[in-house]
């Protein structure tokens, strides 16, 4: 079994923060989509818009558990729980007494 050396733990590690870096980009792309389908006329689409959401908040935590941008983390789990709570909010009513 080969070892790993302190040299290459520190370019791994690098490697993996250099990449948290980036994940803002992926993040304000993947808001941006999902603001333009829950805008959507469709339901289907609304729907994916609201799964997209979640996704972009999950990216965005990460990020700024990365960045220690803690606002930014609590605003992010504020919102998520906002979609959710809007999602359980705009089904129908026979849909929600059925459960």
Not at 17 to 34: G, H, I, R, Y
Not at 35 to 59: D, P, Y
Request: net charge positive.
């Amino acid at each position: 079994m080969r070892t790993v050396g302190v040299g290459e733990r520190a370019h791994s590690s690098l490697c993996v923060m250099q990449w948290l870096d980036l994940v803002q980009w992926p993040a304000m792309v993947v808001t941006v989509w999902a603001a333009w389908l829950v805008a959507s006329s469709l339901k289907r689409r609304r729907l994916l818009g609201f799964w997209i959401f979640l996704l972009s908040n999950v990216l965005w935590v990460a990020w700024g558990l990365h960045s220690h941008a803690w606002a930014l983390v609590f605003l992010q789990l504020c919102l998520a729980a906002m979609n959710v709570r809007g999602a359980k909010k705009s089904e129908p009513a026979s849909a929600t007494a059925a459960k």
